[in-house]
């Protein structure tokens, strides 16, 4: 069986383009909440997962000792667009431990931030790792390793401490077994396994209210929980989706965009964790999709819930400028009452 | 009914993304030779029919009067990257007519080529309508309309006397009324008609083998074909698709890539027409979906058809260089004989 298709993209009153995708909604006992599509074929969760990755850095006791500010830990769960400010806390989180950027293996990439890649154009300059989207995450990693007295060359790598930890971390989270066959390599070359999103869902409604978890991991969810909701800029950048939510939803929703299609949230205040792939891994669709079950779950007045409408219905223009088409929430996703 | 899997996107040994899709084959005597999905519910061709939209300016002998060169009649064919080349070409077409860029209707964005808008932006420039995709499609518009005495302002508008004889050119070469329930305004702001991918194929295969058109239109295409394959880099750029494409197989393949996942081509040696889009609008799918069938019904060595593995089967590296995955023909266009 085939997903549904959950995202339209119209050009003018026709429907130019389709996406499928699965989605699963779960409360924090377990129960499910909501799903539609294949909720039980593994999907790469890439950088949906980034928070449960920072659990070691906390849980290890890394960030208090080297006093981690809440943006630095917002820039840990981050992909971020490389923005000036974003380069410059990296290279921060860095010196903490004496590491540099050499230090890094997540690769050097151009800012994903369009007018921060334009900028350093314009400098004559060329990227570093410090301006992958990751090197927050990777700066957390290098700090976590040095804490705990491990090797900082090879932190990356599937047998290293600290990917075991984040490995167990993940699979305690989720609730699956993670095993080898599940592994693939990342955009950052750290390992990345496919999760149902019934285990993602599962893990983020876990992660958004602390039930289930033994105290210390509760605490270190809800200290990043309220960092990023107090450094949403950290987490993305100016233009980023996630930023743009959590700037208009404070600490209501935790979201987190991962590559091809794949987002993660929870609404703490409900105790929901949310999880959704578009089939094709596109970042447009997920972004609805996510958006619009948001919408259906958090109680929102009128004028909030229209405010989203940016989110769950972009408006598509024209290099004039002109209107020339939407998206918009289809089949198991389509608009209706905000009741669950 | 959903369309099928056609293209898998792979990380490690697993399945990341799935792309659904249809396509169709016809011979020039409209007789189909490959179908797959839903072929005839209208999508938008986008820039995949710009060369059908240049015949007018062929036509009207506004092409021959103005002494257009291969290298400017392929930039009117073109979904341009915005080279140095691209723009100072197109600002030669207009000067052919006394216009300007401030003429065009198209819009200005930064260069679709990344080295090119880099290297825009290390100058401190900014883009023009010069550097638009469409901005030798455009340049033709006005030197069409020059040539038959009609006003250039306006020129991009579906009542324009040259977008009607683009809409008449149309119709003609699919096959199909193209009512204003079938137009949505197109990136460049004129007219896009949607049309089966029935029609799109059998359109490209009248183009591609001048079979049951007029001498004057099979003249034109004739010339519009040798001039793509003479200047592959003035259709596409560098690094594009099409360029790349083309330059491996002469004249055996006409290929135009539109925005939203479609793509048509022509193989005129063998009088076939091809079309297929992408369900989601993904250009990766639609990309792997034309060289896959391109590798079936040309004729290639085993040299040949190796070096189009770079096009059916493209490799995924990350920032670090490290291979993580590839994409794939899937279910109908899964690897097999070349036969037809």
């Known amino acids: ?123 004559g300059g060329e990227p570093t790792q410090l301006h992958n989207n990751c090197s927050g995450k990777h700066s957390g990693f290098l700090c976590a ?12 790598t599937p047998a290293h401490p600290l990917q075991r930890e984040i490995h167990a971390a993940l699979e305690a989270m989720v609730g699956e077994r993670l095993d080898e066959s599940r592994r693939g390599t990342d955009g950052c070359s750290i390992p990345t396994y496919a999760i149902s999103l019934r285990g993602l869902a599962r893990g983020f409604a876990r992660f958004g209210s602390g039930q289930g978890l033994a105290p210390a991991r509760a605490k270190a969810a809800q200290r990043l929980r309220e960092a990023v909701a107090a450094e949403p800029f950290y987490v993305g950048g100016s233009e980023r989706f996630d930023t743009r939510l959590m700037s208009r939803l404070g600490a209501r929703a935790f979201t987190k965009t991962g590559a091809e299609g794949v987002f993660c949230a929870a609404l703490p205040s409900l105790g929901l964790g949310l999880a959704v792939k578009a089939d094709d891994g596109a970042g447009r669709a997920s972004e609805v999709m996510i958006a619009a079950l948001i919408r259906r779950f958090l109680k929102l007045d009128a004028a909030e819930s229209g ?13 004039r400028g002109l209107h020339v088409g939407a998206l918009r929430p289809a089949g198991p996703l389509a608009a209706q009452s905000t009741t669950a």
Chains 1, 2 share one sequence.
Not at 145 to 156: P, Q, R, S, T, V
Request: proline letters at 5%; hydrophobic letters at 45%; glycine letters at 10%.
């Open 145 to 156: 390793a040095c804490h705990n007295g491990w090797a900082l060359k090879g932190y990356e």
């Open 307 to 319: 405010r989203l409408d940016a989110f769950t219905n972009p408006q598509l223009r024209n290099w």
């Open 1 to 123: 069986m085939s997903n549904p298709v959950v995202v339209e993209v119209l050009r003018g009153e026709r429907v130019e383009s389709r996406h499928s995708g699965a989605g699963a909604v779960f409360d924090a006992e377990g129960g499910i909440v909501l799903e539609f599509g294949d909720i039980d074929r593994p999907v790469f969760p890439r950088s949906a997962v980034k928070a449960l990755q920072a659990l070691p850095l906390m849980e290890s006791g890394a960030a208090e000792a080297l006093n981690f500010t809440s943006a630095e830990l917002a820039l840990c769960c981050a992909s971020h667009a490389g923005e000036p400010e974003h380069v410059a806390l990296a290279a921060q989180i860095l010196r903490k431990v004496g590491a540099g950027v050499d230090d890094l293996a997540c690769g050097a990439h151009w800012p994903s931030g369009v007018a921060a890649s334009r900028a350093l154009a314009r400098t």
